[in-house]
């Protein structure tokens, strides 16, 4: 399928979901009262739909773009399926980042907990790359993603642990767990901004993640500038996750299985999977999101706990899939 | 004629170990050359020192009389075309999508044009649009050879093109390398089939420990001195019709 037409049917999905999630939620409407939130915004409804409902799916679908992305991205640079910012710790070095931040009381600085979380995803970033250039194993990469990962998660556990703040201390724990609930559109444009910066990095880094898929050597001599590619997929995947662990917190599996939903229509080319990953990331995040809402519970659930429950299965069966073909 | 690829004196380490020792050689438009030598010989280290992909410790590398050390990457793609050892590609992406990928300095549509004729000039014409990592061997070597192909360099390096292929593979491998130094490009590959390097090339380099301990036309490169000193053979190269063939046994 062309590129741009899948992307088209992919935008019309999207923007069929995104609807619905506009529209469904705790607190259901009537038909007159659906129509009332569109001729008059500021009525009841429409405050519901507009000032709470809209800017938390907008945010969904700019954490799920920046996620399905990153992932698409990483999964090319390592040339590794089972790469994503979630497996390879960067998630959890960014929410350790944001984390941080809200112990050590920055919240308050405009900005802080994002750059923090930003930080920490580059930090994390960095070092998958370099051990990436080192062990060319899937299994080691993964292996090592693992145990920075659960470093990150032993790190945030005794900022936990030495937080004098039970507020700051409530406010990390709904962070990690990772929501978008309560976001306004101030949220969802600060987070844009690294966002188009990251996914531009990755845009441009795609010619360079299509000629990796011959591997570090044939990419060296291909002409192309990879050392300078390699830095913009980087940095790009980083300052992705980081926008989104600093808007949402930490939302695992979105973008391990954002590319793989989308692979066999681009026929697996790193380079044309880049935007339909973003779309289906997108997608993921507000049909989790969604379903966080929608389920009843005595708490709403939290949409990183949501992508967890189904993303943990999704894993195991790509993992198995891919080990058979690092046996082949 | 000026020389493709000229190597000069060269040492170079991988690591802190030195894999290359002071080699010399060089390749000309219309030659085939083969370098051969025992597993961990330094064969491949050679190449990729030669290409400017290990730091150099003493001589030179030239590339068409530039040294490759100081050639941008582009410059030097448009000099040589190599392929490298490594033959796993890691998505199953279509063959004609492979092959264009030597031709990136094309635009899309005139790469993917270059890519399906390479494709159909290695018989896998017929693979254009099947994924690589459902094709067997033999069929993934030949679209990796069309990516060779695809790069149009004046020297063409591959290291190690018949590996894990059929003596028909081998062969035809071999012939269209050979339809390249026709059109005037210079050729090097690595081989570890003596017999095969004696046929096929116009000159073999032997390497040992890192040194390029021959540099010869086959007959000569190929000595039984060579042959007992550097792979512990005692053999010699015999003529038949169909070239020469390599009869050997292992020096007890």
């Known amino acids: ?328 | 004629m000026s020389a493709l690829w000229t190597l000069v004196d060269l040492s170079a380490r991988q690591g802190r170990k030195t894999v290359v020792e002071d080699a010399t050689f060089s390749v000309k438009p219309g030659e085939l050359v083969g370098v051969i030598g025992p597993n961990g010989a330094g064969k491949t280290s050679l190449l990729r020192a030669g290409l400017g992909l290990l730091p150099l410790l003493r001589g030179e590398a030239r590339l068409s009389g530039q040294a490759v050390t100081s050639l941008a990457s582009t410059a030097r793609a448009r000099l040589v075309g190599y392929l490298p050892q490594e033959r796993r590609v890691a998505w199953n992406v279509p063959a004609r999508m492979v092959a264009a990928l030597g031709a990136t300095d094309l635009p899309e549509a005139e790469a993917d044009a270059v890519a399906v004729e390479r494709l159909a000039r290695v018989g896998a014409g017929d693979l254009v649009d099947r994924g690589v990592l459902d094709m067997s061997g033999g069929e993934r070597a030949k679209v990796l050879l069309a990516r060779l192909l695809a790069t149009r360099a004046p020297l063409l390096v591959a290291d190690e093109p018949v590996a894990g292929l059929d003596p028909d593979a081998q062969l035809l491998t071999l012939d269209l390398l050979r339809g390249e130094v026709a059109r005037g490009a210079g050729v090097v590959v690595t081989l570890h089939d003596l017999g095969l390097a004696a046929r096929c090339c116009d000159r073999i380099v032997v390497v040992s420990k890192g040194r390029a301990v021959a540099d010869a036309p086959p007959r000569e490169a190929l000595s039984r001195g060579v042959l007992a000193d550097v792979f512990s053979l005692d053999g010699e190269l015999i003529e038949t019709a169909a070239g020469p063939v390599l009869a050997a046994r292992r020096v007890s």
């Not at chain 1, 954002?258 to 935007?275: E, F, G, N, T």
């Open chain 1, 1 to 328: 399928m062309r590129l741009t037409r899948l992307c088209k049917l992919m935008l019309a999905v999207l923007t069929l979901a995104a609807g619905l999630a506009v529209a469904l939620g705790e607190t259901s409407f009537s038909l007159a009262q659906y129509a009332e939130a569109v001729m008059r915004p500021m009525s009841p409804p429409g405050e519901v739909l507009w000032m709470i409902r809209a800017p938390r799916v907008a945010v969904a679908v700019l954490v799920g773009m920046a996620l399905g992305m990153a992932g698409a991205t990483m999964q090319g640079l390592l040339r590794n399926p089972l790469a994503d910012p979630g497996v390879l710790g960067v998630s959890a070095v960014s929410g350790l980042g944001a984390a941080f931040a809200i112990s050590a009381g920055l919240a308050v600085l405009p900005g802080a907990i994002e750059l923090s979380a930003l930080a920490g995803a580059l930090i994390a970033g960095a070092i998958v790359v370099g051990v990436a250039a080192r062990f060319r194993e899937p299994e080691a990469l993964i292996l090592f993603g693992v145990a920075l990962s659960a470093f990150g998660g032993a790190l945030t556990a005794l900022v936990f642990n030495l937080s004098r703040s039970p507020v700051a201390t409530a406010e990390m724990l709904a962070w990690l767990m990772g929501s978008v609930e309560n976001r306004d559109a101030m949220d969802a444009l600060r987070a844009l901004v690294p966002m188009a910066l990251g996914a531009a990095l990755c845009l441009r880094a795609g010619a360079g993640l299509r000629m990796l898929t011959l591997g570090e050597e044939a990419a060296r001599m291909s002409g192309l500038p990879m050392a300078r590619l390699r830095v913009y997929a980087v940095a790009g995947s980083a300052l992705l996750t980081g926008a989104a662990v600093a808007a949402s917190g930490v939302i695992g599996f979105v973008g391990l299985a954002a590319p793989h939903l989308v692979r066999s229509l681009v026929k697996d080319d790193p380079r044309r999977i880049l935007w339909p990953s973003a779309l289906a990331g997108a997608l993921l995040v507000v049909l989790a999101d969604l379903a966080a809402r929608m389920i009843p519970t005595e708490q709403e659930l939290k949409l990183g706990v949501v992508t967890a429950l189904f993303g943990a299965p999704a894993f195991a069966l790509l993992a198995w899939r891919a080990s058979r073909s690092w046996r082949s």
